[in-house]
């Protein structure tokens, strides 16, 4: 099973260029078969979830074509299946993107339930009273949700909590749907713009994305469209707190720093020199860090997606640290694999209790999911000594050429699938 392997201690220093992000991605893919005419998509993150999410859409019937690793080419005029198969939700979550899009054109879809997953049980309900309200029937039989309408007419829908999914899926479905859908209580991030700036592209009408209040005029038909993907806000954080942990200096480059701002926020508190360029954010690490207290909220609070990271940068900062993790009940099982480098943090509950210790010793911990995999490379490259992180498949979920964007700001990181290598590793740094 691959692994990275990494000897810790060196102060990342240089400059990194962010991706294509992630979470924007998928919608936007997803959305992209909802018109017959020819779509191009450029800035695609080249990770896991996007190249599984291309295998569904093509298994489905779409024409997709791999222009290079970053621009795909897809048409959605020959689409013969409105079920989606199993393996793929079972692959990524985001597979579920494919019942707003395909019962905004076909009016009708069938995916697999999502499971749950490490971070919490994760519901769809609110996906489904979004579809309801729009004049669907809702089924769920042999462990898959069966959506269909006659017709797809505009509603007032209040979702009960923000949710990033909901919100993409709902816009999705609305798109098509005749009459003015207003969606309130709708997510805010980032990916929800870019995804409705997406639809825009393709003729659909989508006034309000960004705030809580969404407004969608439903149009008979889409086209097609040639878009460019934003930049991934929670990768340019994690490099950005990457370079706090090491107490390094680096350019974050083709980010919009707005997006980030809670994230330089907290590192200014801690005692960081965040300075924010246009399209760019170097963040310098001092060698005393002060403790802070962090909540996670829905955008423009501070991103869950970035609690991991957060948390081990805190653990070693000097001080007491609070973080609570409001959007998902089980984000914290990393703290036992990063108690193994000697950090001291107590969770109970909600809420992680961190007192700052002066260093990590370099140990062998377990990826548990995608953020917190991420995470604990960042503390191994803090750590004295070496760190192997294992189960590395969930982080190439989500981070492009991870080891070697982070080895290029001097981390000294291979990623190795077999002991031998591992023991190659070491006997070459010393
Ligand atoms: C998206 O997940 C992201 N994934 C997650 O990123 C991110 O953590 C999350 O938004 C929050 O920002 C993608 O975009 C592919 P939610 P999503 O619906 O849409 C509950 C990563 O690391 N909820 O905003 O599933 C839910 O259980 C991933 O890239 C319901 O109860 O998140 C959670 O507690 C991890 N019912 C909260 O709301 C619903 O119908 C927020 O979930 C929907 C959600």
New binding site residues.
């Given amino acids: 099973m691959e692994q990275y392997i990494m000897k810790g201690g060196n102060p990342l220093v240089g400059e990194v260029v962010i991706s294509g992000a992630?979470?924007a991605a998928?919608g936007i893919l997803a959305a992209s078969i909802m018109t017959d005419e020819d779509v191009i998509i450029d800035n695609l993150p080249d990770v896991s979830d996007i190249n599984v999410l291309l295998e569904a859409i093509a298994e489905i019937g779409a024409k997709v074509e791999r222009m290079d690793r970053h621009t795909v080419k897809i048409n959605g005029s020959n689409i013969h299946n409105i079920s989606v198969d199993d393996e793929y939700i079972r692959k990524i979550?985001?597979s579920y993107y494919f019942l707003g899009s395909l019962l905004g054109k076909y009016k009708s879809a069938q995916v697999p339930l999502p499971g749950g997953c490490n971070?919490?049980?994760?519901?769809?309900?609110?996906?489904l009273k979004g579809f309801m309200a729009l004049g669907a029937d809702v089924k769920i039989e042999k462990g898959a949700v069966i959506v269909h309408a006659i017709d797809l007419v505009a509603s007032h829908i209040y979702l009960d909590?923000?949710?990033?999914?909901?919100t993409i899926n709902i816009m999705m479905a609305a798109s098509m749907a005749e009459g003015q859908t207003i969606i309130e209580n709708a997510?805010k991030?980032p990916?929800i713009v870019d995804v409705a700036n997406f639809l825009n592209s393709m003729g659909a009408n989508i006034k309000g994305a960004g705030t809580d209040i969404i407004r969608i005029k439903g149009v008979k038909s889409l086209h097609g469209t040639q878009y460019s993907i934003i930049p991934d806000q929670?990768e340019a954080g994690t490099f950005m707190c990457a370079a706090a942990i090491t107490r390094g200096d680096v350019i974050v480059r083709n980010v919009i720093p707005k997006h980030l701002e809670a994230i330089s926020a907290k590192l200014s508190e801690m005692g960081c020199e965040v300075i924010e360029f246009d399209d760019a954010v170097r963040v310098v690490g001092k060698p005393l860090q002060r403790h802070t207290n962090v909540k996670t909220l829905p955008y423009p609070g501070f991103?869950?997606?970035m609690q991991p990271q957060m948390v081990v940068t805190l653990a070693l900062a000097s001080g007491t640290s609070m973080v609570t993790e409001s959007?998902?009940e089980n984000r914290f099982k990393y703290v036992d694999e990063l108690a193994r480098m000697g950090s001291k943090i107590q969770v109970e509950g909600s809420v992680a209790v961190i007192d700052g210790v002066n260093k990590f010793t370099g140990a062998k911990v377990k990826a548990p999911d995608?953020?917190a995999g991420a995470a604990l490379v960042i503390a191994g490259l803090a750590a004295d000594g070496y760190t192997t992180v294992d189960d590395i498949e969930y982080i190439q979920r989500?981070y492009e050429k991870f080891e070697e964007k982070l080895h290029a700001l001097g981390a000294v990181i291979e990623r190795v699938d077999t002991d031998k290598e591992a023991a190659k590793f070491r006997f070459r740094v010393g």
């Fill in positions: 992630k979470n998928l979550r985001a971070i919490g049980s994760r519901p769809i309900d609110q996906h909590l923000v949710s990033v999914g909901a997510a991030e990916h929670i991103p869950t997606d959007i998902f995608l953020r989500g």
